[in-house]
């Protein structure tokens, strides 16, 4: 089977899961931390002879590593439904010991995985505005002054660098190619060294027009629109999946 891990109400995913086994890709099995949270045998082992995961749950239904083919990880994190059962002065500690151990089964799994996780986030890294302004340049893109002081929230270094009325022009990058929108050859291949940069193989990219530049660098994601990519990047979503991953 293939797995599609992400939120309840991760609408970009819901609409993939739809077009991916409208062209083909079968099984897939949704699965949310919710239906994760309901599963009476969990297993995980790590070993010297390897490594196991399984889920179990009450209406038979099972998962395990032996049976999936690959994954479209979006998981924000462990499910909330089991974090909320501890008492309130222990959740930050419960959340940290069920993040490790989302993180260990999710990179146990042998099979082809977009994205894997990362201690920066279950379904791929999150990189503060400084780095990511770092890694475009890097990257060959444009890239806004930043700047940030001591006074400004821990959040404002994830938040998007484009004023909040600029037009956004969004971009996906899976593996060398690029769907969504179309910026010149230049900047598309500096969106491929970005992805490899942040050693994220699907990646969305979001750009604003400046003064300097049409093409300036706002924000990047793990957790890209797949619609914005349209039919186009779910076939390749497909190819790649039933070929084994990124060759």
Known sequence: ?????????????????????????HPVSLVTPEVLSSATTLEHRVG???????????????????????????????PWE???????????????????????????LSCPMLNRPTPQGLSGRWFHASELVLLAHQAGLATPTY?????DG???????????QARIERVIVLG???????PPADV????????????????????????GHPWTISHATPLPDFQAGGTRLLQRLTQVLQAGGIQ
Request: aromatic share 10%; hydrophobic share 40%; with cysteine.
């Open 1 to 25: 089977m293939f797995l599609i891990l992400c939120s309840s109400s991760d609408v970009p995913a819901l609409w993939a899961s739809h077009g991916l086994q409208a062209m083909g890709l």
């Open 48 to 78: 010297s002879e390897g490594t196991s995961i399984s889920f179990k749950f009450m209406n038979g239904y099972g998962i395990s590593d032996h049976n999936i083919r690959g994954v479209l990880n979006r998981l924000p994190g462990p």
């Open 82 to 108: 089991i974090i909320n059962r501890f008492a309130p002065a222990d959740r930050d500690y419960a959340l940290q010991e069920m993040t490790a151990f989302y993180l260990s089964w999710l990179n146990s």
């Open 147 to 151: 700047r940030q002081s001591g006074g």
């Open 154 to 164: 821990a959040d404002a270094g994830y938040k998007p660098l484009a004023p909040p």
């Open 176 to 182: 060398d190619e690029v769907f969504g929108a179309q």
């Open 188 to 211: 598309r291949e500096g969106c491929c060294k970005l992805a490899k940069l942040c050693r994220t193989p699907l990646l969305g990219i979001d750009f604003y027009a400046t003064a």
